[in-house]
């Protein structure tokens, strides 16, 4: 039964076979049922569905006014909620006691105010949460107090505090996530200082010794400091926000990372600077593109992308937005070493009619392709 949790109206005609499958189905149809689902349920029987729950995700206002609906529901099952930013009426707060209980695993909150508190009632009754994230800023909260709170969450292993917890995020809160060695995904929404990584190094064994996951916005001088700790990490999405230092080389170095997400303030980049990627083999995801203005190569040549990627043979993602002037070998040199690509975006212009003489498929998995544009005759790279 397990196999149809995503064909709902194979679930319900699976209700009629008989008690047995009417009860097994029931399980999973509301396993991870949408909100409004929920709260239009009869009365006499929401609590029997709210038992099977194990997801629930409120998107906004839509979503959230059913907060007071499920008050007095108990959720023994949910492992993972999402709670987005909801506007209640009149100053009200946000009763959430119902959703916090022994199983959670994931926590995500954009807001509003709750009632209560909170952080108090996660660590107190979620033994096993491994996941919290915390995008609202609410009455009472300190970077001292989140400290407390992930220091007496022992399950948890992936944090996330997004931008707008920025006022948070202080030498102190990255120094305590350089030393917290079960850390195994980190966002942190604050620009990491060059000082700021420094500081938290400082008469540190092993920092960020687990951490897999990686995702924050970063002055090059600091990303060169920070690089040498993290060579744990498979995924890092950074946001570079200056021009002093090209992050690729300073990345060069990670090679267990299987994605990889940059975007930069800088806005020329030469070949050498693509080719120090070319050890990254274990690549699956590869985004590269500019936070403002373009983002331009213009020495980056035919040749050196086909050595770029020459060893990516795990590669299944590529969004490449740099102008240069690559021609349609490139993109077919891709098809040719990168067997596993599903989605391909590059900047240019590009004769695709060579196509008609290679050997099919190109691509065997492609699924999405995207080419700033296709010209109907040979002028030459664009």
């Known amino acids: 039964m397990e196999f149809l949790s995503d064909d709902r109206a194979a679930l319900r005609s699976a209700l009629l076979v008989n008690k047995l499958w009417a009860a097994e189905a029931m399980t999973v149809l509301w396993q991870k049922p949408p909100v409004e689902a929920l709260a239009s349920s009869p009365d ?47 100053g009200e707060k946000l009763w959430l006691d119902q959703y916090i209980q022994p199983n959670l695993e994931e926590f995500i909150f954009y807001g509003a105010e709750p009632a209560g508190d909170l952080l108090n009632l996660l660590e107190t009754r979620c033994p096993r949460l491994r ?113 002093q230092f090209n992050p690729l080389p300073l990345v060069s170095s990670l090679v267990n990372l299987r994605e990889l997400e940059i975007a930069s303030q800088w806005a020329s980049w030469s070949a050498t600077d693509f080719l120090a990627l070319k050890g990254l083999k274990n690549l699956r995801r590869l985004e590269i593109y500019p936070i403002e203005d373009d983002l331009t190569s213009p020495n980056l040549t035919d040749p050196d992308f086909v050595q770029i990627f020459a060893n990516m043979s795990e590669l299944q993602q590529l969004s490449f937005q740099v102008q240069c002037t690559l021609s349609t070998a490139a993109i077919t040199s891709l098809g040719q070493h990168c067997r596993q690509l599903t989605s391909c975006d590059l900047l240019g212009s590009y004769y695709l009619n060579s196509w008609l003489n290679i050997e099919r498929p190109l691509f065997p998995h492609l699924r999405q392709l995207e080419l700033g544009a296709i010209i109907p005759e040979e002028q030459g790279p664009q």
């Open 131 to 243: 996941c919290v994230l915390i995008g609202y800023v609410w009455e009472g909260v300190s970077a001292s107090r989140l400290i407390k709170f992930f220091d007496r969450c022992k399950s948890l292993r992936s944090i996330c505090l997004p931008s707008n917890m920025e006022r948070f995020l202080d030498d102190q809160m990255f120094a305590y996530f350089a030393r917290r060695h079960d850390l195994e995904e980190l966002e942190f929404g604050k620009t990491i200082t060059y000082e700021m990584v420094e500081k938290a190094l400082d008469g540190i064994q092993s920092p960020f010794k687990y951490i897999q996951r990686l995702t924050v916005p970063a002055e090059s001088k600091a990303l060169k400091l920070l690089a040498p700790t993290i060579k744990s990490v498979t995924t890092l999405e950074l946001n570079v926000e200056d021009s």
């Open 44 to 90: 006499d029987h929401r609590q029997f569905y709210a038992r099977q729950v194990r997801e629930l995700d409120f998107g906004g206002d839509k979503d959230g006014k059913h907060h007071s609906t499920f008050r007095s529901l108990e959720f023994p099952r949910l492992r993972r909620i999402t709670i987005d930013f909801y506007r209640p009426n009149d």
